[in-house]
C-alpha cells in the first residue's frame, strides 16, 4: 500500500487509515521534505515493513510516530526520494498501554 503526502506543504505530514495487516508486506509512506510524520491507525499488526520515503535533511528519533493499536514486529526503512536506503535498523516499539508505537533501534 502506497500513501503519498508528497504535495503537503509545511514540516508536518499525518496520514490517517483503518486496520492495516501487514502479512509480510511493506507500508509505503511518501512525504516531501516533512521533518516530523504520524501515523493514525485504527490497528497496525502483523509483521512486515513501513518504508518512509523523504527529501528531509535531519531525521530525529521522534520523525515518525503511530497512534493506534499496534501489535507485531514492524521494522521502518527510511530513503530518500530516489528509494536508496538511509536506515533500515529501526522498528515500531509498541506502547506501554498498547495505543501507539515508537521508533526504537532494531
Given at each position: 500500500?502506497?500513501?503519498?503526502?508528497?504535495?503537503?506543504?509545511?514540516?508536518?505530514?499525518?496520514?490517517?487509515?483503518?486496520?492495516?495487516?501487514?502479512?509480510?508486506?511493506?507500508?509505503?509512506?511518501?512525504?516531501?521534505?516533512?521533518?516530523?510524520?504520524?501515523?493514525?491507525?485504527?490497528?497496525?499488526?502483523?509483521?512486515?515493513?513501513?518504508?518512509?520515503?523523504?527529501?528531509?535533511?535531519?531525521?530525529?528519533?521522534?520523525f515518525i510516530n503511530v497512534k493506534g493499536e499496534v501489535t507485531g514486529d514492524i521494522h521502518v526503512e527510511i530513503t530518500d526520494a530516489s528509494r536508496q536506503t538511509l536506515c533500515n535498523a529501526l522498528k515500531l516499539q509498541p506502547d506501554e498501554d498498547g495505543i501507539g508505537a515508537t521508533l526504537q533501534p532494531a
Open positions: 500500500m502506497i500513501l503519498d503526502g508528497s504535495t503537503v506543504k509545511g514540516d508536518s505530514v499525518t496520514f490517517s487509515v483503518g486496520n492495516i495487516n501487514l502479512n509480510g508486506g511493506k507500508l509505503w509512506l511518501i512525504t516531501g521534505a516533512a521533518t516530523h510524520v504520524q501515523l493514525k491507525v485504527k490497528r497496525l499488526r502483523g509483521e512486515g515493513a513501513i518504508c518512509l520515503q523523504t527529501s528531509a535533511k535531519e531525521i530525529s528519533p521522534d
